[in-house]
């Protein structure tokens, strides 16, 4: 695994879609999304994430992880909210790099005047749900049996951080 500290954190350029497809491809399945994957091509994925809207972490030319958040939100109100979504390379979990890029991630919500980040997580993904709890994100509410995955009902968690 590559050093932490030849990891950059950027937002993403045209060289990195073909990667960030990839590890979305790569990781998004019935025990962590309730959905099928939204993007099937390249070009579908580069229309829902144009250049420059994720913050990515790579090693080298490498991409290893993505944070991508909705910064028009519906409603003029919900202006100081960000709801994120993370994906991270199988290669990269568990090695340190979604700290640096969520540390990164809230200082860029805070430059930008944003007082809370949520997200969701379903509860068969127990390692993002410990991931998010470390970072300093609170269990909001459950959806109990919010999903029928894979012969079950899943539980889906709303969590959600402040930061001021």
Same mark, same amino acid.
């Given at each position: ?11 993403? /350029?045209?060289?990195?879609? @073909? ?14 999304? @309730?959905?099928?994957? #939204?993007? %099937?091509? #390249? /070009? ?5 994430? @144009?250049?420059?809207? %994720? ?25 100081? /909210? ?16 979604? =700290?640096?890029?969520?540390? $990164? ?10 007082? $809370?980040?949520? #997200? ?17 994100? =609170? ?9 029928? #995955? ?15």
């Amino acid at each position: 695994m590559t050093k932490l500290s030849e990891i950059e954190i950027r937002y993403s /350029t045209e060289a990195d879609l @073909p990667g960030l497809f990839a590890i979305d491809q790569q990781i998004w399945n019935s025990k962590n999304s @309730p959905g099928p994957i #939204l993007a %099937q091509t #390249l /070009t579908a994925y580069a229309t829902n994430y @144009p250049v420059g809207s %994720q913050l990515v972490a790579v090693a080298g030319t490498q991409v290893l992880e993505m944070i991508s958040w909705n910064p028009l939100p519906p409603f003029v109100s919900a202006r100081f /909210t960000w709801d994120i979504g993370i994906g991270v390379a199988t290669a990269a979990q568990h090695q340190g790099v979604g =700290q640096q890029l969520m540390r $990164r991630l809230k200082l860029e919500a805070q430059q930008r005047g944003i007082h $809370r980040i949520e #997200l969701n997580v379903l509860s068969t993904n127990p390692a993002a749900r410990q991931f998010y709890a470390q970072q300093g994100f =609170q269990v909001e509410g459950v959806s109990r049996g919010a999903f029928y #995955l894979d012969g079950q009902f899943v539980d889906d968690y709303s969590l959600a951080i402040l930061l001021d």
